[in-house]
């Protein structure tokens, strides 16, 4: 087997066992378009009774020394290809270093020691491999393939890693004269990277890449139906999610999808079957949401509204804040590209200042979505948190910022 089909294959076990989420984060409260937002889980506090570690003991302790590379008669690095398609991932790094300090302009070496040590999991130093040998060659294939896998698959979940990953991805994937098999493997990761970023048709296009020459290839076939669903395809989204659902790696988020579906046609029984399916195969990525009575959701509404700034409240004078519990389906595809099933909030009409048209009245309200909100969040403190910042997120969409703008403040 070729070295290059090893790495799609190791490529393809990693990133449905070590993705932070093959799902995006829950849509961000919207107006024309929707922000990503996630949920991150806060680190644990240290112990009151721990004495504060010293600054000489903040950093972590040095590396075990590499043995010597035993490279068999070969070159350094074809000894490191070696190992590394035989997944002896220490003894790769050891003659992955030693041909990188034999050619330290090497961009390959560099790339090889970076994929050693993303396989074993020393993060920080891959990444430091991989830019050594893209600011080398910014071309380097091997550099671009791990370095995009690292930050769109292997890290957590962020804007800023899926960015980077995805900046990596789509280079490689514009690189004339790639093999098959590697446009392959770069248009999957920007597929999942495009994704997490809210950007559906783009991964929609870079999943029928790699559909077209593998069918049957899982991780796509997933990103497709999560593409479709964020576009509001819903009955193409529904036919591609039922084929999932005994799926090892995608069923759960397979059946969640299947109930979000049937949740907006009216079906509720129908979709608790299938969310306490989801559950019940992942319940650490489906926890019980803490839905709140319609009543008592109107009501942390209205205290949200009554806890806000003063000029944000005179701003509001006149203008509905309303709750619902899903989107409507006229307002998702109210502009181009459609809004995702799964933002808490909603914008309707022109920002401050600008004139309104049409015979509506009033032209302006905000609403915020009861069922969405609940499974963003894991707990009612949570929800009330998550309330409170999709409103002035909808707040700074009336005084007229952009999604771009509210997520540099903070207000994803």
Known sequence: MSRRRLFALFLLVLGACQRSSSEPAPAAPASEAPADTSASTPAPAPSPVAPAPSAKNDAPPPPAPLPVCNSEGSAPLEAAQRYYDEERYEEALSCAAQAAALEPDSAEAHAERGMALSALNRVPEAQLAFAHALAINPDEPEALL????????????????????????????????????????????????????????????????????????????????????????????????????????????????????LEREGKWKQAQQHFDKAREMSPEDFPPPPLPTEEAFRKSVADAVA??????????????????????????????PPLSPTILGLFRGPSLGEPCDGTETPCRSVVLYRRNLARAVRTPEELQEQIQVTLLHEVGHLRGEDDQELAARGLE
């Open 146 to 261: 791990g370095a995009a896998h690292l930050y769109a698959v292997n890290l957590s979940s962020s804007r800023e890693h899926d960015e980077l990953g995805l900046l990596y991805s789509e280079r490689g994937l514009s690189r004339p004269g790639q093999p098959p098999e590697v446009v392959v493997q770069f248009a999957l990761i920007s597929a999942m990277a495009f994704n997490d970023l809210g950007q559906s048709s783009e991964a929609l296009n870079r999943a029928s890449i790699v559909l077209a020459r593998e069918p049957h290839n899982r991780e796509a076939i997933y990103e497709r139906a999560l593409a479709l669903f964020e576009l509001c395809r819903f009955s193409e989204a529904k036919e591609a999610f039922s084929a999932l659902q005994r799926d090892p790696e995608h069923g759960a988020h397979a059946h969640h999808h299947l109930a979000l579906l």
């Open 307 to 336: 806890a806000l700034p003063e000029d944000m409240r005179k701003d509001l004078e006149g203008i509905p804040v309303t709750a619902e519990e899903l989107p409507a389906e006229a307002d998702l595809l109210s502009g181009a």
